[in-house]
């Protein structure tokens, strides 16, 4: 079982950054791939990027290329989203979510993961 709390959500104007972590307990979130997904008002979920247990391999969606960084420190059983220029179109609950995932398309499917965490909040203002 792994356990995920997500945090540093917000309110930040259109061009500010924001920083989320994904805190996770368990001793085996070392040996998962790790994804940030995102889901606005009256849309689906979505797949923002995603990192490879070892972190050698990310993904990331075209919509977020260049704008967002996604890493993880292994030794602190936590993973980070660095957000960047961000948009109004960002705005979201993001979640994050740990699963045996192999590197590579297949990272983009929410299906793929077992553990969601709860969701932090980022909205973008104009």
């Known amino acids: 079982q792994v356990h995920l709390v997500e945090s540093g959500g917000g309110l930040v104007q259109a061009g500010g950054s924001l920083r989320l972590s994904c805190a996770a307990s368990?001793?085996?979130?070392?040996?998962?791939?790790m994804g940030w997904f995102r889901q606005a008002p009256g849309k689906e979920r979505e797949f923002v990027v995603a990192?490879?247990?070892?972190?050698?391999?990310?993904y990331y969606a075209d919509s977020v290329k260049g704008r967002f960084t996604i890493s993880r420190d292994n030794a602190k059983n936590t993973g980070y989203l660095q957000m960047n220029s961000l948009k109004p179109e960002d705005t979201a609950v993001y979640y994050c979510?740990?699963?045996?995932?192999?590197?590579?398309?297949?990272?983009?499917?929410?299906?793929?993961?077992?553990?969601w965490g709860q969701g932090t909040q980022v909205t973008v203002s104009s």
């Open positions: 979510a740990v699963g045996d995932v192999v590197a590579g398309p297949g990272m983009e499917s929410q299906y793929e993961y077992d553990y």
């Open positions: 368990g001793r085996t979130f070392s040996s998962y791939a």
């Open positions: 990192i490879s247990w070892s972190g050698g391999s990310t």
